[in-house]
């Protein structure tokens, strides 16, 4: 299941051509802000979609009744570019375990290919929990399926929801097929194309370094 935030009009649109606009994104101070914006509406967008049970709350004048979350979701993101999305995500499920993983694309000597490396990974427990995976774009796909899989060695999970920015539609069809078929895929924009190597078109360039700057 496809969820996009930019289906009805709101404020997510600002944030969105913010982070695209050329002139706007070369603050990065900004940039990461409304990355982390749009995770916060995000995360409260997908709350929506987790259990809950009636609790008694006591207040100084009586006693109310709330509806409140029973899950306590694991978030995981890919280093470094999907840290301000994971942030967002953070503020609002502000009780959630976090696990990190290292993947970077290792280009292959004379060739446009490339293959996709997980050098890293630290992780709680995933066992019967609700993992939220987080990455500003969806590109190919192939990053977001690898980390998944090996985040299986930690257990499986109940439910799993991918969280990014820009997708392409290559990239979706490729997690839908590769992923659990109840994976909700949260996004706030689908671009149709790519470039050879692998860059979402308009997309809005690389997101970890317009976020923390150019790399060797």
């Given at each position: 299941?496809?969820?996009?935030?930019?289906?009805?009009r709101?404020?997510v649109?600002h944030f969105?051509a913010?982070?695209?606009?050329?002139s706007?994104q070369k603050d990065?101070l900004?940039?990461?802000r409304?990355?982390?914006?749009?995770?916060e509406?995000m995360?409260y967008?997908?709350?929506k979609?987790l259990?809950?049970a009636?609790?008694?709350?006591?207040?100084?004048?009586g006693t109310a009744?709330?509806?409140?979350t029973?899950?306590?979701p694991?978030?995981?993101t890919i280093?470094?570019a999907g840290?301000?999305?994971?942030?967002g995500?953070?503020?609002?499920f502000?009780?959630?375990?976090?696990a990190?993983?290292?993947?970077?694309r290792?280009h292959?000597?004379?060739?446009d290919?490339?293959d996709?490396?997980?050098?890293y990974?630290?992780?709680p427990?995933?066992?019967d929990r609700?993992l939220?995976?987080s990455?500003?774009?969806l590109a190919?796909?192939?990053?977001?399926?690898?980390?998944y899989k090996?985040?299986?060695r930690?257990?499986?999970?109940k439910?799993l929801?991918?969280?990014?920015?820009i997708?392409?539609?290559?990239?979706?069809?490729?997690?839908?097929?590769h992923l659990?078929?109840?994976t909700?895929?949260?996004?706030?924009a689908?671009?149709?194309?790519?470039?050879?190597?692998?860059?979402?078109?308009?997309?809005?360039?690389?997101?970890g370094?317009?976020a923390?700057?150019a790399?060797?």
């Amino acid at each position: 299941m496809v969820v996009r935030t930019n289906s009805e009009r709101s404020v997510v649109n600002h944030f969105l051509a913010e982070l695209r606009d050329e002139s706007i994104q070369k603050d990065p101070l900004r940039f990461r802000r409304n990355l982390e914006r749009i995770g916060e509406v995000m995360a409260y967008e997908l709350s929506k979609t987790l259990d809950y049970a009636e609790r008694e709350v006591i207040s100084p004048l009586g006693t109310a009744r709330v509806d409140l979350t029973v899950d306590k979701p694991v978030l995981a993101t890919i280093l470094r570019a999907g840290l301000p999305l994971h942030q967002g995500l953070l503020n609002y499920f502000d009780r959630a375990d976090c696990a990190f993983v290292s993947a970077y694309r290792k280009h292959r000597t004379g060739e446009d290919g490339f293959d996709i490396e997980v050098e890293y990974m630290s992780s709680p427990s995933l066992e019967d929990r609700v993992l939220i995976i987080s990455d500003p774009m969806l590109a190919t796909g192939r990053s977001m399926v690898l980390v998944y899989k090996a985040l299986l060695r930690l257990g499986k999970p109940k439910a799993l929801h991918i969280v990014s920015v820009i997708a392409s539609a290559e990239g979706i069809e490729h997690v839908k097929s590769h992923l659990p078929p109840n994976t909700r895929i949260w996004v706030a924009a689908v671009d149709e194309e790519m470039t050879a190597q692998a860059y979402i078109v308009p997309g809005l360039g690389d997101a970890g370094d317009l976020a923390y700057g150019a790399k060797l």
